[in-house]
Protein backbone atom coordinates (compact mmCIF):
# COMPACT_ATOMS: atom_id res chain seq x y z
CA UNK A 1 0.00 0.00 0.00
CA UNK A 2 2.66 2.07 0.63
CA UNK A 3 3.86 2.32 -3.47
CA UNK A 4 0.44 3.92 -3.99
CA UNK A 5 0.67 6.94 -1.56
CA UNK A 6 0.98 10.29 -2.73
CA UNK A 7 1.94 12.03 -0.03
CA UNK A 8 0.34 13.76 3.36
CA UNK A 9 -2.18 16.58 3.39
CA UNK A 10 -1.25 17.80 6.75
CA UNK A 11 2.48 18.48 5.58
CA UNK A 12 1.26 19.95 2.42
CA UNK A 13 2.68 17.93 0.12
CA UNK A 14 1.67 15.60 -2.74
CA UNK A 15 3.29 13.94 -4.67
CA UNK A 16 1.44 13.23 -7.99
CA UNK A 17 3.63 13.94 -11.07
CA UNK A 18 3.28 10.09 -12.16
CA UNK A 19 -0.10 9.64 -11.56
CA UNK A 20 -0.65 13.28 -14.09
CA UNK A 21 1.43 11.26 -17.16
CA UNK A 22 -0.87 9.63 -19.32
CA UNK A 23 0.22 6.21 -20.03
CA UNK A 24 0.19 6.68 -23.60
CA UNK A 25 3.57 8.57 -23.72
CA UNK A 26 5.10 5.30 -21.82
CA UNK A 27 3.40 2.13 -22.17
CA UNK A 28 4.66 1.12 -25.37
CA UNK A 29 0.96 -0.81 -25.91
CA UNK A 30 -0.91 2.23 -25.60
CA UNK A 31 0.90 4.49 -27.20
CA UNK A 32 0.59 2.24 -30.57
CA UNK A 33 -2.51 1.61 -29.91
CA UNK A 34 -5.69 2.74 -32.56
CA UNK A 35 -8.22 3.20 -29.59
CA UNK A 36 -5.90 5.07 -27.66
CA UNK A 37 -7.92 8.67 -26.94
CA UNK A 38 -10.79 6.65 -27.02
CA UNK A 39 -9.63 4.37 -23.84
CA UNK A 40 -6.43 7.03 -21.88
CA UNK A 41 -4.59 4.09 -20.43
CA UNK A 42 -8.12 2.53 -18.73
CA UNK A 43 -8.49 3.09 -14.81
CA UNK A 44 -5.70 3.07 -12.77
CA UNK A 45 -7.30 1.19 -9.83
CA UNK A 46 -8.65 -1.59 -12.47
CA UNK A 47 -4.82 -1.92 -13.63
CA UNK A 48 -2.89 -1.94 -10.36
CA UNK A 49 -5.29 -4.99 -9.62
CA UNK A 50 -5.47 -6.97 -12.97
CA UNK A 51 -1.72 -6.41 -13.82
CA UNK A 52 0.03 -4.93 -10.74
CA UNK A 53 0.74 -1.80 -12.23
CA UNK A 54 -1.16 1.28 -12.12
CA UNK A 55 0.16 2.22 -15.76
CA UNK A 56 -0.73 -0.99 -17.25
CA UNK A 57 -4.03 -1.98 -18.29
CA UNK A 58 -5.18 -5.53 -18.52
CA UNK A 59 -4.92 -7.05 -22.36
CA UNK A 60 -8.85 -8.49 -21.66
CA UNK A 61 -9.47 -4.52 -21.50
CA UNK A 62 -7.23 -3.43 -24.49
CA UNK A 63 -9.55 -5.95 -26.73
CA UNK A 64 -12.59 -4.53 -25.14
CA UNK A 65 -12.00 -1.05 -25.81
CA UNK A 66 -10.50 -1.48 -28.99
CA UNK A 67 -13.69 -3.64 -29.94
CA UNK A 68 -15.74 -0.88 -28.72
CA UNK A 69 -13.57 1.89 -30.58
CA UNK A 70 -14.21 0.08 -34.00
CA UNK A 71 -18.07 -0.34 -32.97
CA UNK A 72 -18.29 2.88 -32.70
CA UNK A 73 -16.36 4.16 -35.68
CA UNK A 74 -18.51 1.72 -37.16
CA UNK A 75 -22.08 2.93 -36.19
CA UNK A 76 -20.49 6.55 -36.95
CA UNK A 77 -19.32 5.65 -40.66
CA UNK A 78 -23.20 4.06 -41.45
CA UNK A 79 -25.19 7.12 -39.29
CA UNK A 80 -23.35 9.76 -41.12
CA UNK A 81 -24.40 8.34 -44.53
CA UNK A 82 -28.44 7.94 -43.18
CA UNK A 83 -28.67 11.94 -41.90
CA UNK A 84 -27.36 13.20 -45.07
CA UNK A 85 -29.21 10.47 -47.52
CA UNK A 86 -32.17 10.86 -45.69
CA UNK A 87 -32.16 13.98 -43.93
CA UNK A 88 -34.75 13.20 -41.68
CA UNK A 89 -34.88 15.22 -38.30
CA UNK A 90 -35.94 11.88 -35.81
CA UNK A 91 -33.16 10.00 -38.10
CA UNK A 92 -30.64 13.03 -36.88
CA UNK A 93 -31.93 12.57 -33.17
CA UNK A 94 -31.25 8.92 -33.15
CA UNK A 95 -27.73 9.79 -34.37
CA UNK A 96 -26.76 12.46 -31.98
CA UNK A 97 -28.09 10.06 -28.85
CA UNK A 98 -26.07 7.08 -30.05
CA UNK A 99 -22.98 9.32 -30.16
CA UNK A 100 -23.88 10.34 -26.87
CA UNK A 101 -24.66 6.98 -25.64
CA UNK A 102 -20.91 5.69 -26.87
CA UNK A 103 -18.91 8.93 -25.20
CA UNK A 104 -20.93 7.26 -21.88
CA UNK A 105 -23.44 10.13 -21.56
CA UNK A 106 -26.79 9.09 -20.29
CA UNK A 107 -29.17 11.89 -21.10
CA UNK A 108 -32.06 9.86 -18.64
CA UNK A 109 -29.64 10.26 -15.42
CA UNK A 110 -28.45 13.65 -15.70
Known sequence: ???YKLGNVFDNHIDRDAYLKSP?????????CPARYYCAGSCRY?????????FKPPE????????GFELS?????????LVFRKGGVKLYW???LIKLRIRGINLRQA
Do not use: H, I, K, P
Not at 46 to 54: F, K, M, Q
Not at 60 to 67: D, I, N, Q, V
Not at 73 to 81: E, I, M, N, T, V
Open 46 to 54: DNAASTGSV
Open 73 to 81: AYLSSRLDG
Open 1 to 3: MEA
Open 24 to 32: MAFVQECSE
Open 94 to 96: VYV
Open 60 to 67: EMCRLRRR
